[in-house]
């Protein structure tokens, strides 16, 4: 199978790198509920002992936004890379595309965290850029006319 489709390691490293970094920011933003002791749900705020907050921590907030943001991206790139592999991307070109995006997703989050700006909107359009990409690819790949 993985003659067949010799990018599937490279996209299978991205999911997994990717599946790291939201399980990291929902690590993160349970570490700051408690840190923070400030619980936006009944049930969350009663189990932990505390007064139900009325505003969510600013880290727990940012947590929210990268979540957020992960949740509309993520898939649009995992569909359009599963496509490129699946069409027969090289793995060269796979892997540089897609660790290029993985290491956008990882500085995207980390300055969103912090509040840096432009960075933050510099590293989500290099990764709209690589989805872009991708998709060209995906274009060209289609429009090439294989033999029967």
Not at 22 to 46: G, I, N, Y
Request: aromatic share 10%; hydrophobic share 55%.
């Amino acid at each position: 199978m993985m003659s067949e489709y010799p990018a599937l390691p490279a996209f299978s490293l991205a999911l997994v790198a990717l599946f790291l970094k939201t399980t990291m920011t929902s690590l993160l933003q349970v570490a700051a509920r408690f840190r923070t002791r400030s619980f936006s749900a009944p049930e969350d705020a009663k189990w932990a002992g505390v007064p139900l907050a009325s505003v969510e921590a600013n880290l727990v907030q940012r947590c929210n936004s990268v979540w957020r943001n992960d949740v509309e991206n993520l898939p649009l790139f995992l569909a359009l890379a599963l496509s490129y592999v699946l069409l027969g991307a090289t793995l060269a070109s796979a892997g540089t595309l897609f660790a290029v995006y993985v290491a956008l997703r990882y500085l995207h989050t980390a300055v969103y965290l912090r509040g840096l700006q432009p960075w933050r909107a510099i590293f989500y359009l290099g990764g709209i850029a690589v989805c872009c990409a991708i998709a060209v690819q995906i274009i060209r790949m289609l429009l090439v006319v294989r033999p029967v």
